[in-house]
């Protein structure tokens, strides 16, 4: 049980890295700061015309050869703002929920993208097998100190698990990070 949690906190940790990755600090570079990556934000307004969004990340995959097997995914509120936005007012949702897809692509929601604030959400579209991913070592390593808090008859657990990802083509991901409701 217990190995199970530091395993589920460290694979969470490389999973929110893999998007939002400051790139200092100990922290591999993330696609939301991967040079070269297409950024589909508007400068200092909200996204709202979620369909027309979708249409112009598709356009930057699809220029740059990385569109076959390409996923979205969601941060949690821009989500929820997809699956509300419909292509054409009053006709069909831009979020096909039965086949879990937006415009033919695979489609999901995630926590490990984090939305930019309560009302605004972000977006990354993207071939996904151009985000390397590499474990150093067996897996991850524990070490138990018993000195540490040993007045207190009490244990300490460190925790490490050395991986490494980087973006290996930037034109193969898009990203929109202020999608809010209109």
């Known amino acids: 049980f217990i190995s199970q949690d530091i395993a589920l906190a460290l694979n969470n940790a490389i999973d929110t890295a893999a998007f939002s990755g400051s790139g200092s600090s100990g922290q591999p570079t993330g696609i939301l700061n991967t040079t070269g990556v297409d950024d589909q934000s508007t400068a200092g307004a909200d996204t709202t015309d979620l369909a027309a969004m979708v249409t112009a990340m598709e356009a930057a995959l699809i220029a740059n050869g990385a569109a076959d097997g390409a996923s979205y995914v969601f941060s949690p509120k821009a989500g929820n703002l997809a699956k509300l936005a419909a292509q054409v007012t009053s006709v069909s949702g831009l979020w096909d929920m039965p086949n879990n897809n937006v415009n033919g692509y695979n489609a999901v929601i995630s926590g ?20 390397v991913l590499c474990y150093f070592g067996s897996g991850i390593d524990i070490l138990v100190d018993p000195y540490t808090l040993g007045d207190n008859a009490n244990i300490k657990l460190h925790a490490n698990r050395f991986v490494d990802l980087a973006v290996r083509q930037a034109g193969a991901f898009s990203i929109c990070e202020d999608i809010a409701a209109s």
Do not use: E, H, I
């Open 112 to 131: 490990y993208l984090a939305n930019a604030s309560a009302t605004v959400g972000k977006a990354v579209f993207g071939n996904f097998r151009q985000l």
